[in-house]
Structures are given as structure tokens and as C-alpha cells.
T-cell receptor
């Protein structure tokens, strides 16, 4: 079946540090891949997406590249801010089913 | 303008009661969803409707009944609420099988 595995958190970083949140997936076929972000007390916001192998999604300084050979979609940001503190979800879309990873809590300290 | 809205934002109720959560989207999407987020933040799809027709019904107790009066609305009715139903429920919508846009969530607490 389809599944998504994310690195466990919480991830705690200082402001301006480099961020990587690992995400790998198992899927039949070629799903679309997404990162969603959930700020405290809010709903999920689409952060970025990639629909085919080698696509790079980017938004607000965050990037992720769809790697078919390693079945990965790691999230990166060069310099995090306190306002990036949130829960980040990796997800795959196969058909119209969105399958989420368990979420990774990111805490950024000033 | 809010794209996907849900009411209420918070719902506190006693075990055994029946309650409803409403969802509306103004994005012109044809597909709507209900997800449940548990206390560990894990998200799982419950239902999906396309053009008012049920297309996904995951293993959800039949105490949960979705209703879609039109393409812009998908409501969730829950009968005989149990403690384990306490969670955050998210509505989402999409155009076909594309990225999904989420509402702000409804935090349900069953006492």
C-alpha cells in the first residue's frame, strides 16, 4: 500500500540554521508529493508540491525535490526563522487519496 | 475571503450526543473531503465526495454520516458520540485529483 515516513521530531534549531526534514514514501505508480504546514491552532496550508520525478517544489524559501530513485522528498530551508515553527507534513496523492506522514514538529529559537 | 470554512471551530459535548460539523468552500472545486487528526497529529482521510457523490469511505464507524447538499458543502454528522471521537476534524476540497486545500479545523471534545 501507499505510505509516507517522516523523520521524528521535534526538531529544534536556532534562528538562521539550515533545516532538513526527511521524507520517504512507498507507492504503487507515480504519486504527486506535497509538503503541508500546520501553524499552532490553525489548519493545514499547502507549502509546496512536485508532480513528477526530478521536479523541485519551492515556496517561502523552502524546497523539496522529487527523487524517484530514492523515493524521497526531503524538505530543506537555508535559514529558518522563529515564524517557521510549526508542524510539517509530507504527503503523497495517489488517485484522490492524500496519505500523510506522521508530521514533524519544528521549533526555532531566537 | 475564506476559501474553505468550517463551523464550529470548537465543539464540546457529552458522550451519547449527536452533533454536526459544517463545511463550505468557495473555490469552485468539485471534490470535498473529511479528515480526522488525532491527539498525536496523525491525519487520516474519512470520506470524499465528488460532485455530491460519495467516492471514498474509509473504515469509519457508521455513526459518522457525511452529507453533501451541493458541490460547495460537505457536512459531517456524528451520532452517539464516544470519548474516542475527540479529535480535530478537517474539511478539504480540490479540483479533481489535484492538490487539496484545507479548512481551519473543528476541535471536537467529548466529555
Amino acid at each position: 500500500g501507499n505510505s509516507v515516513t517522516q523523520m521524528e521530531g521535534p526538531v529544534t534549531l536556532s534562528e538562521e540554521a539550515f533545516l532538513t526534514i526527511n521524507c520517504t514514501y512507498t507507492a504503487t505508480g507515480y504519486p504527486s508529493l506535497f509538503w503541508y504546514v500546520q501553524y499552532p491552532g490553525e489548519g493545514l496550508q499547502l507549502l509546496l508540491k512536485a508532480t513528477k520525478a526530478d521536479d523541485k517544489g519551492s515556496n517561502k524559501g523552502f524546497e523539496a525535490t522529487y527523487r524517484k530513485e530514492t523515493t524521497s522528498f526531503h524538505l530543506e530551508k537555508g535559514s529558518v526563522q522563529v515564524s517557521d515553527s510549526a508542524v510539517y507534513f509530507c504527503a503523497l496523492l495517489y488517485g484522490n487519496k492524500l496519505v500523510f506522514g506522521a508530521g514533524t514538529i519544528l521549533r526555532v529559537k531566537s | 475571503d475564506t476559501a474553505v470554512s468550517q463551523t464550529p471551530k470548537y465543539l464540546v459535548t457529552q458522550m451519547g450526543n449527536d452533533k454536526s460539523i459544517k463545511c463550505e468552500q468557495n473555490l469552485g472545486h468539485d471534490t470535498m473531503y473529511w479528515y480526522k487528526q488525532d491527539s498525536k497529529k496523525f491525519l487520516k482521510i474519512m470520506f470524499s465526495y465528488n460532485n455530491k457523490e460519495l467516492i471514498i469511505n474509509e473504515t469509519v464507524p457508521n455513526r459518522f454520516s457525511p452529507k453533501s447538499p451541493d458541490k460547495a458543502h460537505l457536512n459531517l454528522h456524528i451520532n452517539s458520540l464516544e470519548l474516542g471521537d475527540s479529535a480535530v476534524y478537517f474539511c478539504a476540497s480540490s479540483r479533481g485529483y489535484n492538490e487539496q486545500f484545507f479548512g481551519p479545523g473543528t476541535r471536537l471534545t467529548v466529555l
